[in-house]
């Protein structure tokens, strides 16, 4: 177990440190080669030490590191179980393909939004390791704040007024969040004296202030999570970043807000709800599945059609919630972490889009030479997989879903799994539609710019691995299953 | 100490500043009634710390101080934000590219 | 006798600030607003000390007060306002879509509830962690010990939180062509001079003495920081700091100062412990305090370019 | 009470009247030059008041030391704030020199 111990410490300091040295030797150093090749090198690294965290996971169960050696209370908590697992490794994939893209979009003379990109990215990357391994109410709040402001930063890369509307739009929504959840803490430590979660569940009683601090927590995380009723602010941000500031937003950021929705839930406030509750928080998952998918299949853009798609797969996050099963748990765990390959894919390969034709709109997709078939072929898979069809990562979460609704009886929600996966095939065929030789021919055929090797097996590695998430399912399930609460209202 | 008034002033300031935030558009105005609710906040957190023990418990204390430096930070950048949108007008504001509707800037 | 008198002086407190608050929202000019958030801040400081959190009522009076209020009448003073100011408070319609009247009763109910609530568990409250590990630190004063080594991840993060503001504000304030700072009209003011070389030796030694006594005593890295940053928007507004349109290499490595040592050390501690950020049993003091002086010297340096809206800035006249 | 106690309180209070009057001026007098005028004076003798008032309460060498700081430290304080207001008040009205 010490050994346990000592890899997690090692682990997780790689985890949060590696990417803010990054961010900070990029910014002072001036060598162009550091910025393109120094962010690749470290996630790399970093895929080796969640490697072997797995594995010592595996052996030794859920963990939890105390930070300075200072026991919780007083002191902060890392801790880590298959959900923070599944989340880390999902940050690592997509770190690992942005910054392979982007080290040849950073080639060459970078311009200021580049340059930008290359420090505020790691800095995000960074703070989503800290968000995704932090078990302390307080420290989840500072490490959002670092979120949320590196993600508005990302958003204004773009010059612009529109991404200047976005960005403002943003960080209302962002601040009004903020403030709830950190309402919601001061509630919580009122009333118990506690942060640490896994000391909450002893400590806070039902009481109206218990009650009070979960509804306005929950709230807060859902406008940072971008959930239906207050999803207003993604879309035009997301659609208005450069596209590897775009993958990570929609891949990553809004479902840090997410997870923390569903992990609080699930662990520190787990006795303060009741099966209604969840009901109605299933409800605004469906509502927001439907809405998304219906206004992404309304969109003229291409980013606006991907960045619509991530408000609908966010819906499926809180099903979590009445489902409440170990199957349920897998299949959102599944849903996340191949939403969040897929995303990205479908970003990257939109910015591989506009670099080469400069063209971003929906009817103007079309596969002019090898490039484009590649780039095409990136967008096809990851559909296929955000519509959940069979080889892909996605059929493999909504079956574990579907079979976690039978399982419950409660039917109503596989209507809603089965009616997500048709209109996101809808919305993935009516963008890929042009492309498979039915659309206009487009007046001007000629490729602008070719896009660097890096940026175009990016996206398709991407891609690639959803269908190899749906291949080894069985594989992955145990890892997944580590210390998952299996709470008693299933 | 008064408990009651301190919490009284807590949540009469939270209130105000919801009211703000949801009330005006102007997005000056939305920042002070955002940092007006934070200041709520961090009153009540201090004021239950204080009713156990004179000096309060130094947790709440270092939350608020971390709180109180968040807040300048995020005040700050949605400043500048605000200064950005209105004392610059450049040319790629006026006339944007027809196909960058979604504002993109890969091109 | 005394008791009234302290309940109706808190009393009294509790109306000034709300009282404020409403005006700092709700008023018709936006220096106004400022204005009042001004004096609302430097109200919180008070109410800081009066329960017995001196460190708070420094940094809500340098930073809260301080520096915000800078940056809000930088800001506002920067910024016309003719479509927000008159038309905007005076339409019943709020940004919301709910009439303005109906939020405000919603608003009021809400506050009524919430003061309830709070009342209710600030009332009875649970039982605080045992601080006996806080006051054998070898820091004297708790909040500092909780802050550097209790809580050193947070406010390593928190630091971190600062750092990506500037650098946000730094991508947008490459658009803005620099402002350079006004010389006074009619030339250089010599008694400016004067008043300058008179207060910079006197706030970089408060400064310092901020950040040493705050081992022990009320005061840290971060109220010492703001301190210094005051001093750099002093000397901004007197026209002796001018605004770069890039950062300087030097001035790169001061504003990842604190995250950096903070960071560095968090490496550097697993070769002593089992855990990251565990103080060294020996050295703690001197570690402490270095890591204090590289926190005050990033925060200063942010925070006066967060005040410039620049991504850089060198000391001296246009 | 003893005397000594009298002599405080009368100095804060007079340092508050002092106080009262300079902010009556701030809010009742028509330019920002001329409530600059009532605003320095008046705050700062009556600064000075109340810390003389203080250190007689206290009765401690260093006390009385650390309040006259305190009392030099404000008015160098407002002394360079009323000159930057008064100069951006001047920038502001074109120049002029009244």
Same mark, same amino acid.
């Given at each position: ?371 484009? %078939? ?86 398709? %590695? ?29 | ?107 | ?73 930088? $800001? ?184 950096? $040592? ?57 | ?39 320095? #004076? ?23 030391? #650390? ?32």
């Amino acid at each position: 177990m010490g050994d346990g111990a000592a890899t997690l410490a090692v682990a997780a300091t790689a985890l949060v440190f590696g990417p803010l040295l990054v961010a900070l030797i990029v910014f002072v150093v001036p060598w162009p080669a550091l910025r393109e090749r120094l962010a690749l090198l470290v996630s790399i690294a970093l895929l080796g030490a969640l490697g072997t965290l797995s594995s010592e996971l595996m052996t030794g169960g859920a963990a939890r590191l105390a930070l300075g050696a200072r026991a919780a209370p007083l002191g902060i908590e890392l801790a880590l179980d298959g959900l923070s697992l599944a989340m880390l490794w999902m940050t690592a994939l997509v770190a690992l393909a942005v910054n392979a893209w982007a080290a040849d979009w950073l080639r060459g003379a970078a311009n200021a939004s580049q340059r930008g990109f290359g420090v505020i990215w790691p800095v995000l990357w960074s703070a989503l390791n800290a968000l995704f391994l932090a078990a302390d109410l307080f420290n989840v709040y500072v490490t959002l704040e670092i979120v949320t402001l590196a993600a508005v930063a990302l958003v204004v890369l773009t010059r612009g007024r529109a991404a200047l509307q976005a960005a403002m739009r943003y960080l209302v929504f962002a601040l009004a969040g903020s403030i709830l959840y950190l309402l919601g803490v001061a509630l919580v430590y009122a009333a118990s004296g506690v942060l640490t979660f896994a000391l909450l569940p002893a400590a806070l009683p039902p009481s109206p202030a218990a009650s009070l601090a979960l509804l306005v927590i929950t709230a807060g995380l859902a406008m940072k999570a971008a959930l239906f009723p207050v999803h207003g602010w993604l879309p035009a941000a997301h659609a208005a970043a450069p596209s590897p500031a775009s993958a990570v937003l929609s891949a990553l950021v809004v479902k840090a807000g997410a997870y923390l929705i569903l992990r609080l839930w699930l662990g520190p406030f787990d006795a303060l709800w009741s099966q209604a509750l969840a009901q109605g928080m299933g409800a605004v998952g469906a509502a927001g599945i439907v809405y998304g998918s219906v206004q992404a299949l309304r969109q003229q853009h291409i980013k606006r059609v991907i960045a619509y798609s991530t408000v609908a797969q966010l819906g499926y996050l809180p099903l979590l919630l009445p489902l409440a099963s170990i199957a349920a748990w897998q299949g959102t765990v599944y849903h996340a972490l191949n939403h969040g390959l897929a995303k990205a894919a479908l970003f990257l390969a939109a910015g591989n889009l506009l670099h080469m034709h400069g063209d971003g709109r929906v009817h103007a997709l079309r596969i002019a030479d090898r490039q484009g %078939a590649l780039n095409v072929a990136a967008i096809a898979i990851a559909g296929v997989s955000l519509a959940g069809l069979p080889p892909s990562g996605g059929f493999v979460a909504k079956w574990w879903l579907l079979e976690a609704a039978f399982a419950t009886g409660q039917w109503w929600w596989a209507i809603v799994i089965v009616a997500g996966g048709l209109l996101a095939a809808a919305y993935m065929v009516r963008l890929l539609h042009p492309a498979l030789g039915h659309g206009a021919p487009h007046a001007d055929a000629t490729a602008h710019a070719s896009a660097g090797a890096l940026m175009l097996w990016a996206p398709f %590695a991407l891609a690639m691995l959803t269908l190899v998430l749906g291949s080894c399912g069985n594989w992955l399930a145990p890892y997944i299953a580590i210390g998952a609460p299996l709470p008693g209202h299933g | 100490m008064s408990l009651w008034a301190y919490c009284a002033t807590a949540a009469g300031l939270f209130a105000i500043g919801l009211y703000g935030l949801l009330a005006y558009s102007d997005f000056i105005q939305r920042l002070l009634a955002a940092n007006i609710m934070v200041s709520a906040v961090f009153l009540y957190l201090i004021v239950t710390a204080a009713s156990t023990a004179t000096p309060p418990h130094p947790v709440p204390q270092a939350m608020v101080l971390t709180g109180i430096v968040v807040a300048v930070s995020v005040t700050a950048l949605a400043l500048v934000l605000v200064l950005v949108r209105c004392l610059r007008a450049l040319p790629d504001d006026a006339a944007p590219r027809p196909q960058d509707t979604a504002g993109s800037a890969d091109g | 006798m005394s008791g009234a008198l302290e309940a109706s002086f808190d009393l009294l407190l509790g109306a000034a600030l709300l009282w404020l608050a409403w005006h700092s929202v709700a008023a018709p000019q936006v220096l106004r607003r400022v204005a009042m958030f001004l004096v609302f801040g430097l109200l919180m400081a008070l109410v800081w000390a009066r329960l017995g959190a001196p460190d708070l009522a420094l940094a809500e009076a340098a930073i809260g007060a301080g520096i915000t209020s800078a940056l809000l009448l930088g $800001a506002g003073v920067a910024t016309p306002h003719p479509d927000l100011d008159g038309a905007a408070t005076r339409t019943t319609r709020s940004a919301c879509g709910v009439p303005r009247p109906v939020l405000a009763v919603l608003c009021t109910l809400l506050g009524i509830g919430l003061a309830l609530v709070m009342y209710a568990t600030a009332s009875t409250p649970a039982p605080a962690p045992s601080t006996a590990a806080v006051d054998a630190h070898v820091l004297g004063n708790p909040v500092t010990a909780v802050l550097l080594d209790f809580r050193g991840y947070d406010t390593l993060l928190e630091l971190l939180v600062l750092l990506v503001a500037l650098l946000g504000a730094r991508v947008l304030g490459e658009r803005l062509e620099p402002v350079p700072a006004t010389a006074p009209p009619g030339g250089v003011a010599p008694m400016l001079d004067q008043l300058l070389a008179m207060s910079t030796p006197v706030l970089l030694l408060t400064a310092l003495y901020v950040l040493w006594a705050g081992s022990d005593a009320p005061g840290g890295a971060f109220q010492a920081g703001a301190l210094l940053a005051g001093l750099g928007v002093m000397y901004s507004l007197a026209g002796r700091l001018q605004p770069l349109a890039h950062t300087p290499h030097r001035l790169r490595l001061l504003l990842v100062l604190g995250v950096g $040592a903070f960071a560095l050390f968090a490496c550097a501690s697993l070769l002593w412990s089992p855990a990251p950020l565990t103080f060294p049993a020996r050295g703690a003091r001197a570690l402490a305090l270095t890591l204090d002086l590289a926190l005050m010297i990033s925060v200063a340096v942010t925070l006066v370019l967060l005040f410039l809206a620049a991504p850089g800035a060198r000391i001296g006249r246009r | 009470m003893s005397g000594l106690d009298l002599l405080a309180v009368a100095l804060v209070c007079a340092g508050c009247a002092f106080f009262l009057t300079g902010t009556l001026g701030l809010l009742r007098f028509p330019d920002p030059r001329a409530r600059l005028h009532a605003l320095t #004076k008046a705050d700062n003798v009556g600064l000075g008041l109340i810390c003389a008032g203080l250190g007689v309460l206290d009765a401690s060498v260093a006390g009385a030391l #650390k309040l006259a700081l305190v009392w030099v430290l404000g008015m160098l304080a407002s002394t360079l704030s009323a000159f930057l207001i008064a100069r951006q008040e001047t920038v502001r009205s074109g120049g002029q020199r009244r």
